[in-house]
């Protein structure tokens, strides 16, 4: 159940947002200068960007965790998936400094309770968290308690910058910030930034009479693309305390761009079921297909061991061009 942020806590993160503001990080650092921050308690660091020096958008992005900071790399370093789809690696918290009409009634109302003023482009202060299946949305109160320490620390980074603190960022170093037990002080140094690398589980499929039936069908030489894509719209489902994201499990033919199965897959729904089902049910009704094309690592896992057993290759590529040509077509039906 969500608890909101009383208006105290509120008041306690506006201020360190705007402190941070007033040293216009943006201006000495470019997105990819990270700040390495671990939290007092907390096993899991942190890196924070700031964004801004090309003048076009600022804000502070906050990615807590292994996956988030994963997550990070793969859109930093992306080069072919379609830009609609990378919402699904936004695991994030932003920071944003932007324009009146950006902000919501909520967030409005929120700075009016407050007592602040702001005025024009780039000055407007709000907060969104990023998360799987689900639109961007205000933090609850544990959010906004989290992200008001991290950019307490985040302040204290950057001036320790401004002091005199020397980081080489263009090559590969961070800023790192963290407690140090023995001297009993918070320490800012520099460090080589370390992206983490994540291990995904590979599923197996335990039902043995019905692998053996998926092994007795015969061998087609189609090429299939599998994934659960994002569609470029919100829903507002009071089942849910926030916004979410509607997601479609797509399985289509690659060479024909005939779409053959697609599901709703809810924020709740198992990724594994909803693409294992796909499979299975098309080699149950039409064979077993020649190679699976899909858009990640993380996509690949979950089929590996089923198309090891069934004798199927599995290829990663970020365009999937059958899947991405409707989803292209769903927006432009929409407009």
Same mark, same amino acid.
């Given at each position: @159940?969500?608890?909101?942020? =009383?208006?105290? *806590?509120?008041?306690?993160?506006?201020?360190?947002? #705007? &402190?941070?503001?007033? !040293? %216009?990080?943006?201006?000495?650092?470019?997105?990819?200068?990270?700040?390495?921050?671990?939290?007092?308690?907390?096993?899991?660091?942190?890196?924070?960007?700031?964004?801004?020096?090309?003048?076009?958008?600022?804000?502070?992005?906050?990615?807590?965790?292994?996956?988030?900071?994963?997550?990070?790399?793969?859109?930093?370093?992306?080069?072919?998936?379609?830009?609609?789809?990378?919402?699904?690696?936004?695991?994030?918290? @932003?920071?944003?400094?932007? =324009?009146?009409? *950006?902000?919501?009634?909520?967030?409005?109302?929120? #700075? &009016?309770?407050?007592? !602040? %003023?702001?005025?024009?482009?780039?000055?407007?202060?709000?907060?969104?968290?990023?998360?799987?299946?689900?639109?961007?949305?205000?933090?609850?109160?544990?959010?906004?308690?989290?992200?008001?320490?991290?950019?307490?620390?985040?302040?204290?980074?950057?001036?320790?910058?401004?002091?005199?603190?020397?980081?080489?960022?263009?090559?590969?170093?961070?800023?790192?910030?963290?407690?140090?037990?023995?001297?009993?002080?918070?320490?800012?140094?520099?460090?080589?930034?370390?992206?983490?690398?994540?291990?995904?589980?590979?599923?197996?499929?335990?039902?043995? !009479?019905?692998?053996?039936?998926?092994?007795?069908?015969?061998?087609?030489?189609?090429?299939?693309?599998?994934?659960?894509?994002?569609?470029?719209?919100?829903?507002?489902?009071?089942?849910?305390?926030?916004?979410?994201?509607?997601?479609?499990?797509?399985?289509?033919?690659?060479?024909?761009?005939?779409?053959?199965?697609?599901?709703?897959?809810?924020?709740?729904?198992?990724?594994?079921?909803?693409?294992?089902?796909?499979?299975?049910?098309?080699?149950?009704?039409?064979?077993?297909?020649?190679?699976?094309?899909?858009?990640?690592?993380?996509?690949?896992?979950?089929?590996?061991?089923?198309?090891?057993?069934?004798?199927?290759?599995?290829?990663?590529?970020?365009?999937?061009?059958?899947?991405?040509?409707?989803?292209?077509?769903?927006?432009?039906?929409?407009?």
């Amino acid at each position: @159940m969500r608890i909101e942020a =009383s208006i105290e *806590e509120w008041r306690d993160l506006y201020q360190v947002a #705007i &402190k941070l503001k007033k !040293l %216009k990080p943006w201006e000495d650092l470019w997105d990819m200068d990270l700040i390495t921050i671990l939290p007092l308690g907390k096993d899991e660091p942190c890196i924070c960007s700031v964004m801004g020096k090309g003048g076009e958008f600022y804000g502070i992005g906050i990615y807590i965790g292994g996956k988030a900071i994963n997550d990070f790399f793969t859109i930093a370093d992306n080069n072919d998936i379609p830009q609609d789809q990378l919402i699904r690696y936004q695991n994030n918290i @932003m920071c944003n400094f932007g =324009s009146r009409d *950006e902000l919501t009634k909520k967030e409005l109302n929120i #700075i &009016k309770e407050l007592g !602040l %003023k702001f005025r024009g482009k780039n000055d407007w202060i709000y907060f969104r968290v990023y998360e799987k299946g689900y639109a961007p949305y205000m933090p609850d109160k544990n959010e906004v308690l989290e992200i008001t320490d991290i950019l307490k620390h985040l302040y204290m980074a950057i001036k320790s910058l401004h002091n005199g603190l020397k980081v080489d960022f263009e090559n590969g170093k961070t800023l790192m910030r963290c407690f140090h037990k023995e001297s009993n002080l918070w320490l800012n140094y520099e460090m080589p930034l370390l992206i983490p690398h994540i291990h995904y589980e590979v599923p197996v499929l335990e039902d043995q !009479l019905l692998m053996k039936r998926l092994k007795n069908k015969a061998k087609n030489n189609s090429v299939l693309e599998l994934d659960i894509a994002y569609l470029n719209s919100v829903i507002n489902d009071k089942s849910y305390d926030k916004p979410i994201i509607p997601r479609l499990c797509i399985l289509a033919d690659k060479r024909s761009g005939m779409l053959l199965s697609q599901n709703m897959v809810a924020p709740e729904d198992d990724e594994i079921d909803a693409m294992f089902s796909a499979v299975i049910n098309y080699i149950l009704q039409a064979g077993r297909p020649k190679r699976i094309v899909v858009r990640d690592k993380y996509s690949s896992s979950i089929i590996a061991d089923l198309c090891k057993q069934t004798g199927i290759d599995v290829m990663e590529s970020g365009k999937l061009p059958a899947i991405d040509d409707f989803i292209e077509a769903f927006y432009e039906y929409r407009n």
